[in-house]
């Protein structure tokens, strides 16, 4: 375990060390989220419901969602597809250390990382604007929440795995990345709350694993499901962890066998 | 003139041959990029679903305008410069700019051209049918004149676009080691898709810092919707002529202080 921490700690570290770098990747963060908060705060004028949702309602699901991603979408498991094709990934087999284990280390320096600019840059936001935040009381609400952003971060972690296992057989792991990417923006729902889009489309939504990183932990932290939805979804999101753990288990032992070092 | 449009022609020709060789990249690239073309029009969709106008236009008009986006910004801006703005770090943390200055042509124009994502081009083309398609359903009526203005006002848009752009990266010089610079910019980019009255919605005054960003997809689209005046066409070209310049002088500047890769 004390070789993760050091893993852990080292990516902090290295992030310090490239500070411009990382403070502009959270000054991009928080373009997107000024952008879509007022985009939103006079879209819906108070006093007004847009798809149920009131002003306050959906400024906050907006923060929750800015926030949760910090956690959940933080990453630098995207190296792991470098690793493969550059053929690094077999200094890592001769090591007594777990690869997936090496990367998750890294993904929660950077998350912690994260988290602290987020809540910083959180602050800074709250005493310019004064939004309304809902803070939530109920403790099981927030346990429920906290558990439910674990999830997802399992889930956008093994998503990530499968994604970097591209290169064992292609060089193009970037693009599929791209695409991933594009495609939680909204599938997740980081922009709005996809219970707005039309009934059949959510009820999909909700089948994927993706409405669970962050649509799912924002609207159990704002008590908007009952205690059987809230159950039913920490459900299918582990039920997703076992599906993509299954694969990830697949692919990555046939990608190794396929695997030929290119570049070593 | 003829020289650098020779020279243009000929990096076309290369930069085909490459996408053919990548094919993977290729339809990777264009699956990417027709999904981030949805993406902005869906939001547009949801955005405007219950309001009959938004910013001051109407849901009809907001439509065209993310047309438009997709058109210029979309898919003419990122297939034409995008990729060479992405290579700029590169170029400078690598010393690879020492290769380019060495070359017989204008810097500027080297640095901005190399690359040209040419699939790009079928995003343009699916969002011409798009733009065409809700203009005939708002029966709006596009003249002669309104669709000249629109390709004249788009033109230079895009150098707007452009120049912004150039200034910006052309911090690299001094900072070689920011290699995200541009995410910065595609941020920024994702305001050209709203009107800029959105700058009035956002109450903090740095954003208009943005307001250049703003006219690079709406002035074009109050052309072709017969919504121009004389002042929108007056700022547009303005803010194109005044940060070209200026981009182009900064540019020169900094290269007194390129150290190529050891410095």
Same mark, same amino acid.
């Given at each position: 375990?004390?070789k993760?921490?050091l893993?852990?700690?080292n ?6 060390t490239?500070?411009l770098n990382f403070a ?5 963060v928080v373009?997107?989220?000024l ?9 819906i /004028?108070?006093g007004r419901q847009?798809?149920g949702?009131?002003?306050s309602m959906?400024?906050?699901y907006?923060?929750?969602s ?22 690094d990934?077999?200094n ?5 250390l777990?690869?997936?284990?090496y990367?998750f280390a890294k ?9 602290i600019f987020?809540?910083c840059e959180f602050t800074?936001i ?5 939004p !309304?935040?809902?803070?939530?009381q ?9 558990? &439910? ?12 795995i499968?994604? &970097?296992?591209?290169?064992f ?10 695409i ?5 923006n909204f ?5 709005f709350?996809l219970?707005?889009? !039309?009934?059949p ?5 909700q &089948?994927? /694993?993706?409405?669970y990183?962050?649509y799912?932990p924002v609207?159990v932290?704002?008590g ?5 939805s ?14 993509l753990l ?14 030929? &070092?290119?570049?070593? | 003139? $003829?020289?650098y449009f020779?020279?243009y022609l ?14 993977a990249?290729?339809f990777t690239?264009l ?9 902005s029009i869906?939001?547009?969709?949801i955005?405007?679903a219950?309001?009959? @106008?938004?910013f *001051?236009?109407?849901?009809?008009? %907001?439509f065209?305008? +993310?047309g ?7 898919s003419?801006?990122?297939? %034409?410069?995008?990729r060479?703005?992405?290579?700029f770090s $590169?170029?400078?943390?690598? *010393?690879?700019l020492d *290769?380019?200055?060495? $070359? ?7 640095? @901005? ?7 790009v081009?079928i ?26 203005s629109f390709? +004249?006002?788009?033109i230079?848009?895009?150098?707007l ?9 052309t911090l690299?010089?001094?900072?070689p080691?920011i290699?995200n610079l541009d ?5 920024t980019?994702?305001?050209?898709r709203y009107?800029?009255?959105i700058?009035?919605a956002?109450k903090?005054?740095v954003?208009? %810092? ?10 074009p ?13 007056? +700022? ?6 005044g ?8 540019? $020169?500047?900094?290269?007194r202080y390129?150290t190529?890769?050891? *410095?």
């Amino acid at each position: 375990m004390k070789k993760y921490i050091l893993v852990a700690r080292n990516m902090t570290i290295e992030i310090f060390t490239y500070r411009l770098n990382f403070a502009m990747w959270r000054a991009r963060v928080v373009l997107n989220l000024l952008t879509t908060y007022f985009l939103w705060s006079s879209l819906i /004028p108070s006093g007004r419901q847009f798809f149920g949702y009131s002003s306050s309602m959906m400024l906050t699901y907006i923060l929750g969602s800015y926030f949760v991603s910090s956690f959940v979408l933080s990453t630098r498991s995207f190296g792991m597809g470098q690793d493969i094709i550059q053929g690094d990934l077999s200094n890592f087999l001769i090591r007594p250390l777990n690869y997936f284990g090496y990367w998750f280390a890294k993904d929660i320096g950077d998350k912690l990382m994260n988290i602290i600019f987020t809540i910083c840059e959180f602050t800074i936001i709250v005493l310019i604007l004064k939004p !309304p935040f809902f803070l939530q009381q109920d403790p099981s609400l927030i346990f429920f929440s906290i558990t &439910a952003i674990f999830f997802g971060i399992l889930i956008y972690f093994l998503f990530n795995i499968l994604l &970097a296992s591209i290169g064992f057989w292609s060089q193009e792991v970037w693009a599929p990345r791209f695409i991933f990417a594009v495609l939680i923006n909204f599938l997740a729902g980081n922009l709005f709350p996809l219970d707005i889009l !039309p009934k059949p489309i959510f009820v999909v939504f909700q &089948a994927l /694993p993706f409405s669970y990183l962050i649509y799912f932990p924002v609207k159990v932290y704002l008590g908007k499901l009952g205690q059987q939805s809230i159950l039913l979804g920490l459900s299918i999101s582990i039920t997703w962890i076992f599906i993509l753990l299954f694969l990830v288990n697949f692919v990555w032992r046939k990608g190794l066998r396929d695997y030929a &070092a290119y570049g070593k | 003139m $003829k020289h650098y449009f020779q020279i243009y022609l000929l990096l076309i020709k290369l930069n085909y041959r490459r996408s053919i060789a990548n094919r993977a990249d290729l339809f990777t690239g264009l699956f990417g990029s027709l999904s981030w073309g949805v993406f902005s029009i869906v939001s547009i969709y949801i955005l405007s679903a219950r309001s009959s @106008s938004v910013f *001051g236009w109407s849901r009809a008009e %907001l439509f065209i305008l +993310i047309g438009v986006f997709n058109i210029m910004v979309g898919s003419t801006f990122r297939m %034409l410069f995008s990729r060479n703005f992405e290579n700029f770090s $590169k170029l400078m943390r690598y *010393g690879e700019l020492d *290769g380019v200055l060495l $070359k017989p042509l204008d810097t500027q124009f080297a640095v @901005s051209t190399q690359h040209i994502s040419l699939y790009v081009i079928i995003r343009a083309v699916i969002a011409c049918i798009y733009t065409y398609i809700v203009i005939v359903q708002s029966n709006a009526v596009v003249s002669f004149l309104s669709f000249l203005s629109f390709f +004249i006002l788009a033109i230079i848009g895009l150098i707007l676009l452009y120049a912004c752009w150039f200034l910006v990266m052309t911090l690299t010089v001094w900072l070689p080691d920011i290699y995200n610079l541009d995410e910065i910019l595609y941020s920024t980019d994702a305001l050209t898709r709203y009107p800029p009255q959105i700058l009035n919605a956002m109450k903090i005054l740095v954003f208009y %810092l943005f307001f250049p960003f703003t006219l690079v997809v709406s002035t074009p689209t109050k052309a072709l919707l017969h919504k121009l005046s004389v002042l929108d066409v007056v +700022i547009l070209v303005g803010f194109a002529c005044g940060l070209l310049f200026i981009s182009r002088k900064f540019w $020169k500047f900094a290269l007194r202080y390129y150290t190529s890769a050891s *410095g």
